[in-house]
């Protein structure tokens, strides 16, 4: 299969989570297929997860991008592993849901500091690998009406939300009016009540390609197995 972009995201191992977050979504990232909403709130779930779907249950640690010329996948896929290798797993104190910018999304309580070192490492050692933007691309990502520092950020690294903008956080709707939102937040207490409010651990990052459908697909598990905290 070919790929268009690649990114490096941030996953649950398999179990209770990811499956909750497949079935939330209706596409299985780490599996690359389709998955059935739950069926009582299948409607409200296919219509509002529709944006985020293609890209699955995930954090984004390095945005996705086009592989840069000169560059190989093997060479991405080497120097990953590579990053991973000296990188200890990731503590995170929970997961609360969060309504920012008229979307749903699970993000952390308490410091992140491991999880942003480790993202700002992935991005700016890798970046090598990502080509530049269009100009149509880049005028789509000014449309947020950014700041001078997710501006410069756009212009160094591709994307307006990392570095000291980053905020790590799994997508879980499209934009919605806050009606539909807080209809969704309800349902998502419910689906998710299992996984919020307790301590999670990520021992791994993924390397997902964007398939030409659109769909991301989970290419490499690579587990964080050094030491390296901030």
């Not at 069926?39 to 293609?54: F, G, N, Y």
């Not at 491991?114 to 269009?134: I, M, T, Y």
């Not at 100009?135 to 947020?144: D, M, V």
Request: hydrophobic fraction near 40%; aromatic fraction near 8%; charged fraction near 20%.
């Amino acid at each position: 299969m070919l790929f268009n972009r690649y990114s490096i995201f941030m996953t649950p191992e398999a179990g209770m989570f990811a499956d909750s977050g497949a079935a939330w979504l209706g596409w299985d990232l780490e599996k690359g297929c389709a998955v059935p909403h739950p069926k009582a709130s299948e409607t409200a779930l296919r219509i509002a997860t529709q944006a985020p779907r293609k890209y699955g249950f995930h954090g984004t640690i390095k945005p996705p991008f086009h592989l840069a010329k000169g560059t190989t996948y093997e060479s991405l896929l080497s120097q990953t592993k590579a990053l991973c290798a000296v990188h200890a797993p990731v503590e995170i104190e929970a997961l609360s849901l969060t309504i920012d910018k008229s979307t749903l999304a699970l993000t952390p309580e308490g410091k992140i500091d491991h999880l942003a070192s480790l993202a700002a490492a992935v991005l700016q050692k890798l970046d090598r690998f990502r080509a530049p933007l269009s100009e149509t691309e880049l005028a789509g990502r000014r449309k947020a009406n950014l700041t001078p520092l997710q501006e410069t950020n756009l212009k160094n690294w591709g994307y307006p939300y990392v570095l000291d903008a980053f905020k790590f956080h799994i997508t879980l709707s499209g934009h919605l009016p806050p009606k539909d939102l807080e209809h969704l937040e309800t349902l998502a207490r419910t689906h998710f009540a299992h996984d919020l409010g307790r301590p999670m651990r990520f021992c791994s990052l993924i390397l997902a390609g964007e398939a030409g459908d659109g769909r991301f697909h989970a290419l490499h598990r690579l587990p964080l197995s050094g030491k390296k905290v901030p």
